[in-house]
């Protein structure tokens, strides 16, 4: 499939980060956001049955082949926000949409919450709040991340003698994934290195938050969002279940779409991915 887009390279004011180009120049400007841990290759089989989009899938930064953050800097979320508005920029996007999952899908709303003059839509996979804390717990919090950051000199990444083992790990991760979506994601996500191959991923990226958002705080920004949002839930995913989260959903005015799958239910399989691209298409078609 590597033949259905293009890969470039976006040079930021601070950072480097790498792309897949799919779709006609002249489609309407998408920017689609993976998940934490995932790169690019997450919308590999999503992004060429998207009808008449220009879609720039990036690495995150620390992710797949983008540059890790400079030593001393984190991966705060709101962090993401910025690296994805500067690739607007780049492009020359004052108006543009957002394709995200997971994590993508949090650093999404994020974005449109703050600047609602710059998206035009949100279509979001199985992902809308980030994991909250509440004030009570903050310095407890802190002090885990401080702790960590002075530990992580002394960790190494895992290496695996075989691609298969790579492969199998990814499998059982968090967001478990079919072996075909831990095929396409380690494709993009494994080195070499001496003993066989490890993760490009940023070891930072796994280390505790030393802050994070109250609920009250996270809600805001999600009621906050202006543009039309098509929302997919997959059956076995992340998001149904949650008693708290159902009721937030029902006063707010999404196009909500419950599938069948997992959590990457729009990489596992081309069934899946038939699905989700059914309800996006129908949603970017949408006046």
Same mark, same amino acid.
């Not at 909250?132 to 009570?136: I, N, Q, S, V």
């Not at 129908?282 to 006046?287: C, K, N, V, W, Y």
């Given at each position: 499939?590597?033949?259905?887009?293009?890969e470039?390279?976006?040079?930021?004011p601070?950072?480097?980060?790498?792309?897949?180009?799919?779709?006609?120049?002249?489609g309407?400007?998408?920017?689609?956001?993976?998940?934490?841990?995932d790169?690019?290759?997450?919308f590999?089989?999503?992004?060429?049955?998207l009808?008449?989009?220009?879609?720039?899938?990036?690495?995150?930064?620390?992710h797949?082949?983008?540059?890790?953050?400079?030593?001393?800097?984190?991966?705060?979320?709101?962090?993401?926000?910025?690296?994805?508005l500067?690739?607007a920029?780049?492009?020359g996007?004052?108006?543009?949409?957002?394709? =995200?999952?997971?994590?993508g899908a949090?650093?999404?709303v994020? !974005?449109?919450?703050? +600047?609602p003059?710059r998206?035009? #839509? %949100?279509?979001?996979?199985?992902?809308?709040l980030?994991f909250?804390?509440?004030?009570?717990s903050?310095p407890?919090k802190?002090?885990?991340?401080?702790?960590a950051?002075?530990a992580?000199?002394?960790?190494?990444k895992?290496?695996?003698a075989?691609?298969e083992?790579a492969?199998?790990?990814r499998?059982?991760?968090?967001?478990?994934?079919?072996?075909?979506?831990?095929e396409?994601?380690?494709?993009?996500?494994l080195?070499?290195v001496?003993?066989?191959?490890?993760?490009?991923?940023?070891s930072?990226?796994?280390?505790?938050?030393p802050l994070?958002?109250?609920r009250?705080?996270?809600?805001a920004?999600?009621?906050?969002?202006q543009c039309?949002?098509s929302?997919v839930?997959?059956?076995? =995913?992340?998001?149904?279940?949650?008693?708290s989260?159902?009721? !937030?959903?029902?006063g +707010?005015?999404?196009?909500?779409q #419950? %599938?069948a799958?997992?959590?990457h239910?729009?990489?596992?399989?081309?069934?899946?991915?038939?699905?989700?691209?059914a309800?996006?298409n129908?949603?970017?078609?949408?006046?």
């Open positions: 499939m590597s033949d259905l887009f293009e470039v390279r976006l040079s930021l601070h950072s480097e980060l790498a792309a897949h180009l799919y779709g006609p120049q002249d309407l400007p998408v920017i689609a956001l993976h998940g934490w841990l790169n690019a290759a997450s590999t089989r999503l992004a060429p049955r009808q008449g989009l220009r879609i720039v899938a990036l690495d995150f930064a620390g797949g082949h983008s540059e890790h953050r400079p030593a001393g800097a984190g991966y705060a979320i709101w962090d993401y926000v910025l690296d994805v500067q690739v920029e780049q492009f996007w004052k108006r543009f949409s957002l394709l =995200g999952h997971s994590m949090i650093v999404s994020l !974005l449109a919450a703050a +600047l003059e998206v035009e #839509r %949100l279509a979001l996979i199985d992902g809308l980030p909250t804390g509440e004030a009570d903050a407890d802190l002090g885990e991340a401080l702790k950051q002075l992580l000199a002394g960790k190494r895992p290496v695996y075989r691609i083992q492969v199998e790990a499998m059982k991760g968090v967001g478990a994934v079919s072996r075909e979506a831990a396409l994601l380690a494709q993009r996500g080195m070499p001496p003993g066989g191959y490890t993760w490009r991923t940023d930072r990226l796994t280390l505790p938050s994070r958002l109250t009250e705080h996270a809600e920004f999600v009621r906050r969002v039309p949002v929302l839930l997959a059956e076995q =995913g992340l998001l149904l279940g949650h008693p989260l159902s009721g !937030l959903l029902q +707010l005015p999404f196009d909500l #419950r %599938l799958g997992g959590h239910l729009h990489l596992d399989d081309e069934l899946g991915a038939a699905s989700v691209a309800c996006f129908r949603f970017f078609a949408a006046p």
